[in-house]
């Protein structure tokens, strides 16, 4: 099993407990993906961007089949979601 040595909240500094501070006022805890990027904060901001735009922006599915291919997916790799 691979190992990431991640950065907690108690220790993050700048952009990264930026970061971690607006993760945990919308959804109450800081996601685990984030904490797994926790090493590069600008590619963890980089990939909630992404993440926003994918799956809370208007495009060719509607909300609910992207959270379900979200689902179905992190269902295959045997990743909680």
């Given at each position: 099993?691979?190992w990431?040595?991640?950065i907690r909240?108690?220790?993050?500094?700048?952009?990264?407990?930026?970061?971690?501070?607006s993760s945990?006022?919308?959804?109450?805890?800081?996601a685990?993906?984030i904490?797994?990027m926790?090493?590069?904060?600008?590619v963890?901001a980089?990939?909630?961007r992404f993440?926003a735009?994918?799956m809370k922006?208007?495009n060719?599915l509607?909300?609910?089949?992207?959270?379900l291919?979200?689902?179905?997916?992190s269902n295959?790799n045997d990743?909680?979601?």
């Amino acid at each position: 099993m691979a190992w990431i040595d991640l950065i907690r909240e108690p220790e993050a500094t700048g952009s990264l407990s930026k970061l971690y501070e607006s993760s945990r006022n919308r959804a109450g805890y800081i996601a685990q993906i984030i904490q797994v990027m926790s090493r590069d904060a600008n590619v963890a901001a980089e990939s909630m961007r992404f993440y926003a735009r994918l799956m809370k922006s208007p495009n060719a599915l509607d909300a609910a089949r992207r959270e379900l291919l979200a689902a179905v997916v992190s269902n295959v790799n045997d990743c909680y979601y």
